[in-house]
């Protein structure tokens, strides 16, 4: 069977944890990842990478002294991230509520990006905040967390974190199409 059917298949069973039915497009993942100087960054977090279809980019980009800490919920994407054999990436099963806790017991300090799928309107309130939350907390101070999400609603909230330091653009060329904020921490 096809990765993408794969997808499809489990992210119906689970719409509530995944938040979308279609892995994100090329096109999606490049606009996320537009403005990472990869050759500085050493700690990429990735919160929600579904299957790895943005996981994959950002490996292809990351500096050989980078790392990618992936947290995923999700058993079947849970196993199929740990199917990606690269030596810098790591994929935890745990809670984005977790980030700080998870990467200092891998001996990492601060992240210097966070890139983040979560279906972050269709979490319980309280979670979804508490997230938000923790990835500014964890955060280098001018690091961005970039999340997409497929309406406006959630600028207000992600505003109550970041400030007025976010940017946001759209992108057409995804199933649905998508708004990308990017959130710089200052």
């Excluded at 990842?33 to 990429?44: E, M, T, Y």
């Excluded at 980009?61 to 994407?77: M, S, T």
């Excluded at 959630?154 to 708004?179: C, D, M, Q």
Aim: glycine share 6%; net charge positive.
């Amino acid at each position: 069977m096809s990765k993408k059917f794969n997808f499809f298949k489990e992210a119906v069973k689970n719409y509530k944890t995944s938040g979308t039915i279609v892995p994100s497009s090329r096109y999606l993942a490049g606009k996320m990842l537009r403005g990472i100087n990869f050759s500085k960054a050493k700690v990429i977090v990735e919160l929600g990478p579904g299957n790895g279809a943005i996981t994959h980019d950002i490996l292809k980009r990351i500096q050989p002294d980078a790392v990618v800490i992936c947290f995923e919920i999700n058993d079947a994407f849970y196993n199929e991230l740990k199917k990606i054999k690269h030596p810098q990436l790591i994929v935890l099963k745990a809670s984005a509520e977790e980030i700080k806790s998870e990467i200092e017991k891998l001996g990492y300090g601060k992240a210097d990006h966070i890139v983040s799928s979560l279906p972050l309107t269709i979490i319980p309130k309280e979670i979804s905040h508490n997230i938000l939350l923790e990835s500014h907390q964890f955060l280098h101070n001018k690091g961005m967390f970039i999340q997409y999400q497929y309406s406006l609603t959630y600028y207000k909230k992600l505003k109550e974190v970041f400030g007025n330091n976010i940017t946001l653009s759209f992108e057409p060329f995804n199933f649905p199409p998508a708004f990308v904020y990017k959130c710089i921490k200052k």
